[in-house]
């Protein structure tokens, strides 16, 4: 079964520090990739996507995400956190080879929490 | 003010009855999809809908069901054959098809069964 799996349930930063949050899928073929993220109290709002093109995308607020194929992997990255990024952050894959285009797999989510 | 408007936010239901989640959007985006989030597990799709009158089943469709007569609307009936009912249910909705652009969600609603 495709699946997408989140490595950190938890992350706990103080201001300033460095993330990356891991994102790894099972798909073996062409997939779009996709960070949403859910602040506190505020809907699910996506965060970044990535099609085709330059593996590194830019997305709002100073988040990137890197897209390794030969890893499976789409890490969420920020140079320096900020209280305000307190929030849980979901990647979502779908596969464009075999899978329903309606359908993406999400992963089970990361809570990051940054102390001021 | 555009966006998606889920009804009730909190709902309380005895076993053995049938609940409807009220979604309605006017974003004008064809697309509208159901999930389920419990913790720890993320999101997982109930139903989608790409155009009205037409509607597939997600990853746990079953014990679940939705209609879709109006563009604007999507409303997610959750059946007494539902075995665990409890949890956070999502209503999005996409310009395209959720794989090929940006998701739109609701504030969600939260039912629990008693």
């Known amino acids: 079964a495709q699946s997408v799996s989140q490595h950190n349930h938890h992350v706990i930063l103080s201001e300033a520090a460095s993330l990356e949050l891991g994102c790894n899928y099972s798909y073996g073929g062409t997939v779009n990739l996709f960070w949403y993220v859910q602040y506190p109290g505020q809907h699910l709002q996506l965060l970044l996507k990535?099609?085709?093109?330059?593996?590194l995308v830019k997305g709002i607020k100073g988040f990137e995400a890197e897209f390794i194929k030969s890893k499976f992997s789409f890490n969420l990255r920020k140079p320096s956190v900020q209280w305000s990024d307190t929030a849980e952050y979901f990647c979502a894959v779908n596969d464009r080879d075999g899978g329903s285009q309606g359908n993406l797999i999400f992963g089970k989510g990361t809570k990051l929490s940054v102390k001021p | 003010d555009g966006g998606i408007t889920q009804s009730p936010k909190y709902l309380f239901r005895k076993e053995g009855q049938n609940v409807t989640l009220s979604c309605e959007q006017n974003?004008?985006?064809?697309?509208m999809y159901w999930y389920r989030q419990d913790p720890g597990q993320g999101l997982r799709l109930i139903y989608y809908?790409?155009?009205?009158?037409?509607?597939q089943k997600g990853d746990i469709a079953e014990g679940y069901s939705v209609s879709r007569e109006k563009k604007e609307s999507f409303p997610l009936t959750v059946t007494s054959a539902q075995k665990n009912p409890t949890a956070f249910y999502l209503c999005?909705?996409?310009?395209?098809?959720?794989?090929?652009?940006?998701?739109?969600f609701g504030e969600g609603s939260r039912l629990t069964v008693l």
């Open positions: 999005a909705s996409s310009l395209g098809l959720a794989a090929t652009g940006e998701l739109f």
């Open positions: 809908s790409q155009i009205v009158n037409d509607f």
């Open positions: 974003l004008n985006h064809d697309a």
């Open positions: 990535y099609f085709s093109g330059d593996p």
